[in-house]
């Protein structure tokens, strides 16, 4: 099938298979190997995109159904050659050993701060029904809120750091 | 992945026909279970049908009721305010499934509809009566720690892998449904799913190519008070060993009327009408909610490894009742 979809802002088109998923397509299709295939089955997060602006399992999403859809992956992250703040965090923060799952880690944080900002709660959110602070989030609830990403080097520590610097920066820059 | 043919449904109208004229298709809304099965060749369809992107993504809130459109997905029901304040239980158990991305994927439907974890169903060189009729069942001899201890049949012991719906069955929510003919059905939520019996690999009342729009949930002062405790292996991302629905209305410390429901536990999303009798007029107190959970697990039965999980849940409905109880309302 012909599928048309938007790429880290460029328009792309290609004749796919309807059973490529989309982290296929954007690995062999579309030469974006920078979204990784790790388990390829729904489990660990390497594969993590942006579509629409949510993060989203590239490997469990097949590229038919993202005809028109807005996709976000690593290499799109950086503007004229400058870091995402959470991009810079990482390194910062010494967030990664082998760097495998860094690039699905890195899109999910930067979804999380949009998450938090949106006062959205987690599963250890001690009440649903307050709203929640972004400056003020927990290492618990980073981590809840990253533990779709899992990482074999074990550099969840630093991560947590990372993610956590990110909030901050985030929030000091939301400030009058 | 076997070759399948793809379409992208425009209406209900246009899902339901296409569905009816081809006994093997399948309806794909955010893939989290159908391709995962797809891939490991346990699920089989030649035909997708799309309707991921029908427009049937929104939440209704009014004084009486919310109305959750079947492709809302699972994040977005969770964090929706309306939800939060009226139906903490409801919010509660979406966060505790799955992860963000996943939540970001999954609609409501779908996960009504999703499958069974169980290790021997999502292996095709298994015996699974649930996949294959008559082809027996590995998990009843085999290692079944994480299977159903209610619900249960000598055909299958699967549990249904669902929080959200444990959820919905206490809340007292609706399913509607169209079909092909335009038929439409509005089921309570007990009564979606079936318990395994002779024939597991029938899962639910819908029949081929009926297709879910939207699941009503009534609003009721009780529901206000509620909790969802979930019990696992792990902190995160991980099925329930046992997990708890509760809700309670108080006057004082006397409990006017109760609601309760278990998960990882039973073969469907299971709801116990006894242990919430016997909560009605009694004080609130763990007295009252331990014997509402023996009669929750009353009908259990424990396999080999699995028998742990008749006390575990019991525990855990006592613990919802307590937390449900002391929640500032």
Known sequence: MTLELHVNGADRSADVDTRVTLLDALRDTFHLPGTKKGCDQGTCGACTAIVDGQRVLSCLTLAVTCAGRDVRTIEGLSEHGDLHPVQAAFLECDAFQCGFCTPGQILSAVCLLDEARAGVPSHVTRDVRQPVVAGALTDEEIRERMSGNLCRCGAYANIVTAVKHSLRSASSEARP | ?329
Not at chain 2, 31 to 60: F, N, Q, S, Y
Not at chain 2, 197 to 212: M, N, R
Not at chain 2, 318 to 329: G, I, K, N, T, Y
Request: with cysteine; glycine share 6%; net charge neutral.
């Open chain 2, 1 to 329: 992945m076997r070759p399948f043919t793809y379409a992208d449904a425009t209406s209900p109208a246009d899902a339901t026909l296409a569905a009816a004229r081809q006994p093997t298709a399948m309806f794909l809304a955010g893939g989290t279970t159908l391709v995962d099965l797809m891939k490991i060749d346990v699920l089989r369809p030649d035909t997708l049908i799309d309707v991921g992107h029908l427009a049937l993504g929104e939440i209704d809130v009014t004084d009486e009721e919310v109305r959750i459109g079947a492709n809302v997905r699972n994040s977005q029901l969770a964090w929706h305010p309306a939800i939060r304040d009226r139906f903490p239980v409801l919010s509660e158990a979406l966060l505790s499934g799955a992860t963000t991305q996943l939540r970001n994927m999954a609609t409501v439907a779908g996960n009504i509809m999703q499958r069974t974890r169980c290790p021997y169903f999502r292996d095709v060189h298994a015996a699974c009566n649930r996949r294959q009729r008559g082809s027996g069942c590995d998990a009843i001899p085999g290692f079944n720690r994480g299977h159903a201890v209610l619900g249960t049949s000598e055909s299958c012991i699967a549990t249904h892998p669902s929080d959200m719906c444990v959820a919905m069955v206490i809340l007292d929510a609706v399913v509607h449904t169209v079909k092909a003919d335009e038929t439409r059905r509005a089921i309570a939520f007990g009564d979606v799913h079936r318990a395994p019996g002779d024939t597991p690999d029938i899962e639910t009342t819908l029949e081929h190519g009926e297709l879910i729009t939207h699941v009503v949930v009534p609003n009721h002062p009780i529901t206000r008070r509620s909790h969802y405790l979930k019990v696992r292996d792990r902190a995160s991302y991980e099925f329930a060993l046992a997990s708890a629905a509760v809700a309670l209305d108080l006057d004082g410390r006397t409990i006017r009327s109760a609601r309760v429901g278990v998960g990882g536990v039973a073969t469907k999303p299971w709801r116990s009408i006894e242990a919430e009798k016997i909560l009605e007029g009694q004080q609130a107190a763990e007295a009252a909610f331990q014997r509402a959970a023996d009669a929750a697990l009353a009908g259990a039965i424990g396999r080999e490894h699995n028998r742990f999980k008749i006390a575990l849940a019991k525990r855990t409905i006592v613990r919802a009742l307590s937390v449900a109880r002391d929640l500032p309302v």
